[in-house]
């Protein structure tokens, strides 16, 4: 599914495992606040997909993020301005 960026805890705590394990933050550099200016925090503004766009895809421009369920542990993906043809 597609959500538009928003805070959760659920989100927050998937980034924070991420950047530890990928990127080897320590746990005190990673706040709420690094989450939203990064994540959901956005000079893109959200407007409607222009017609010419496969039909559907409903979202339009802005901050996404896609959320998928892989073994029922929810897990999240940013996409900014996606312009993916295939959802």
């Not at 005190?28 to 409607?48: C, G, M, W, Y």
Request: glycine fraction near 2%; proline fraction near 10%; charge should be negative.
């Amino acid at each position: 599914r597609v959500e538009k960026a928003h805070f959760s805890t659920e989100i927050f705590r998937l980034y924070a495992k991420y950047q530890i394990n990928i990127h080897h933050d320590p746990p005190s550099r990673i706040t709420h606040q690094e989450f939203k200016a990064f994540l959901v925090d956005t000079p893109i503004l959200p407007s409607p997909s222009p017609p010419t766009w496969h039909p559907t895809w409903r979202y339009g421009y802005g901050s996404l993020f896609r959320m998928y369920d892989l073994h029922e542990h929810p897990t999240a993906e940013k996409d900014d301005d996606d312009d993916d043809d295939d959802d």
